[in-house]
């Protein structure tokens, strides 16, 4: 508060205490705030090399016993103690890859539809809820519909492509992953897609492009990033499923000679085996592969944020 004296002017001293406080008070609040995002910040990254080293260090008497050839050995046999890992990581990156494919042109489909064609309304709604009610099931759920519903379908088609019709194995669990894995792609692209600016669209609608243009040139381009995003975040859900995946692949632990043949991934192997592992180097192969799909994750996940990178520059 001020107030004048002739020419001169006073200042209230209890007027400037209290904005020296309040400063003081806002100062400390970001100070709080700013060390409190830090250690979080921090705290993140110290977990994941927590999580890197604990399986390090219980995989070391794998590690010691059979080196680099747990990853190109494709015997597994406990009862000889003859551990490798290669049948699990090609069944793995199969599975995971050959479901993205088929989830690719499905994803991109209905993201364009809602993020582009139908934003809103009774049917975007409902068909944008069933979607992320797909997100939210619970894999074993996935795992008795793949078995009492694809299996069977798996089998006719076998037995029509004159194969042996088992039903279960890497194609019927690629065409399970791919139901699961859609949410994830498809909600991220709806995303981005419908963030695009309107600007930009009707500007070449107005240049004389047809609406096809205007995707391929306009809408696609601008969204890549967030696309290939939701692709990455799919690819992760993949690699890391475990129930579903154990109930309709087979469990064979040999590396996969067919498409519709048995196999077993990283996860599921480790989800059969942990409890009846006896045994140091046993244990320790089964941990020794929980820390190959960790590696195998962090490299795909860093390998897709460069190329998401290059894209957003693009």
């Known amino acids: 508060m001020e107030f004048h004296t002739g020419d001169s002017i006073a200042i209230d001293p209890n007027r400037v205490m209290l904005e020296e406080k309040n400063v003081k008070k806002f100062r400390f609040f970001d100070s709080l705030f700013r060390n409190s995002l830090g250690t979080i910040s921090i705290l993140f990254v110290v977990f994941i090399f927590a999580i890197f080293l604990t399986l390090l260090i ?22 000889s103690g003859e551990f490798g890992s290669l049948p699990f990581l090609a069944g793995t990156i199969i599975t995971s890859f050959l479901a993205l494919l088929i989830t690719i042109p499905f994803s991109l489909s209905v993201s364009l539809f809602l993020g582009e064609y139908f934003q809103k309304g009774v049917f975007s709604n409902m068909l944008r ?8 099931i619970p894999s074993v759920i996935y795992g008795f519909w793949g078995l009492f519903f694809l299996v069977p379908i798996m089998r006719s088609v076998e037995t029509s492509i004159g194969v ?36 930009l669209k009707q500007a070449a609608l107005a240049m004389g492009c047809t609406k096809y243009e205007v995707i391929k040139s306009i809408i696609l381009p601008y969204a890549s990033s967030g696309i290939f995003a939701g692709i990455l975040l799919a690819l992760g859900r993949a690699l890391g499923e475990t129930m579903a995946v154990t109930m309709v692949i087979g469990n064979k632990n040999a590396l996969p000679s067919s498409l519709f043949g048995p196999a077993n991934t990283m996860a599921s ?19 020794e592969i929980g820390l190959l799909l960790f590696v195998v994750s962090v490299i795909i996940n860093i390998l897709g944020k460069n190329v998401i990178k290059k894209l957003s520059k693009g």
Do not use: H
Request: proline share 7%; hydrophobic share 50%; aromatic share 10%.
């Open 129 to 136: 809820n069933c979607i992320e009610l797909l997100g939210g």
């Open 58 to 79: 219980q995989s070391m008497p794998s590690i010691k016993a059979f080196g680099i050839g747990f990853f190109t050995n494709s015997t597994w046999n406990p009862v």
């Open 164 to 199: 042996p019709p088992l039903g279960i194995g890497i194609m019927t669990t690629a065409l399970l992953l791919f139901v699961m894995i859609i949410p994830y792609s498809a909600s991220l692209g709806r995303e981005v897609i419908s963030l695009v600016p309107a600007d």
């Open 269 to 287: 192997v480790i989800a059969n085996e942990f409890t009846e592992a006896t045994g140091e180097v046993y244990l320790s192969s089964l941990v």
